[in-house]
């Protein structure tokens, strides 16, 4: 070992880091180098000087710490307020979002949902898959929970049943009924559901004209340029 | 008080002089020093669980107190201009603690935060890297620097000529 490597080593060999092996050989060198052990000596002199100096003074952390405890105290208790507003946020939006998504889906947006899919799968004719055979369309209307007997209700005068498919609006499987009189359309969405009668809401989206109802078994939305249409079958859903 | 708070207390209360002793020397006053050591001690109560029991508090406070440091000293730095009173049960003179505090003072931050991990907290080099987040390599030149400045302040007339011994 040479003098540049002791001095690189210093530190190490001053604080006790270095193994049996290489401090053996820093030892061993500082014996034949009085320059080296010199300096050595004179770093652990400083070391021990400037520690003496520091470590007499009063530090004095007395008035410190009631500072340093109330911080603590101060910023668990705002912690903990913060927690709890976060978690009755939480619940007040669960609960909202579930009443919304399971209790009670406002009508309007049904409606907006429905005359929006009516527009796509029926005006625009972007859905090409439907069930028009008449044994497609019962299974799939017993497939869904829907009594056979609640068609008969829903047949408006002047159309007949043409073609349906599941589609989903707002975030529920409807049935989609289309019927026709031949040269107009006329959209019929059903879901079974159990609950109060909800009142019968209509208004105009565009040159749709849509009704959407809410009987004790069943959520049925019409969707029709011809209000009248629309509004009977409505009206005969509601008994259902 | 709870159970938490107390038992952070026993595991970090006891280190506070020492921060106090190093963050006056890191801000030079000792208003911004207790500043720093109560945000340290924040900082450390909220990352509490971070820290795994049984290894070293001191060393965990320390680095958050130099993260808290380098954070505020991007703000505002001040010149040293505080030097503690010695304590009444020390025998110290009081005109070398000042020589030697005015030494410390003179140095550049990064080697007197070395120095006074090493020689005045009793860090060893490879807790001073963890601490500071640096290679333990760039410890041992900056310690070896801040020696050799702080002799040259303190011991201007011991200087090393060494010789070629292998």
Known sequence: ?240 | MSTQQDAFERMAMPHVSALLRVACRLRGDRTAAEDLVQETMLRAWRARHQFREGTNARAWLFRILFHQFYSEGRRARVELNFVAPPAPDQAADPVETLEVNQALAALSEEHRAVLLLAVVEGFTCQEIAGILSIPIGTVMSRLSRARQALRELLAPGETCAKGGAA
């Open chain 1, 1 to 240: 070992m040479n003098c540049s490597e002791i001095t690189t080593l210093a530190p190490l060999y001053l604080s006790g880091e270095l193994d049996r092996e290489r401090t053996a050989s820093v030892v061993a060198h500082l014996r034949i180098c009085p320059a080296c052990a010199r300096d050595i000596e004179q770093q652990r002199d400083l070391d021990a000087r400037v520690r003496a100096a520091l470590l007499a003074e009063m530090t004095d952390a007395e008035r410190l710490n009631p500072r340093i405890h109330r911080r603590i105290t101060v910023a668990e208790a705002k912690r903990r307020v913060i927690t709890l507003g976060l978690v009755a946020a939480g619940i007040v939006l669960a609960t909202g979002f579930l009443f919304y998504r399971f209790v009670a889906p406002p009508v309007s947006v049904l409606a907006k949902a429905a005359v929006s899919d009516h527009r796509r799968e029926v005006v625009e004719k972007r859905v090409k898959r439907w069930r028009s055979a008449p044994a497609d369309i019962d299974a799939l209307i017993h497939r869904q929970g829907i009594p056979a007997t609640a068609l008969q209700s829903l047949a408006a005068a002047g159309y007949r049943l043409d073609r349906a498919r599941l589609c989903r609006l707002d975030g529920n499987i409807y049935l989609h009924l289309v019927y026709t009189d031949g040269s107009r359309e006329m959209s019929v969405f059903l879901r079974p559901r159990k609950g109060e009668a909800v009142p019968l809401h209509a208004e105009n989206m565009g040159s749709q004209h849509v009704v959407a109802v809410q009987s004790a078994s069943m959520t049925v939305v019409c969707v029709a340029e011809e209000s009248q249409a629309a509004t009977s079958l409505a009206r005969s859903a509601a008994t259902l």
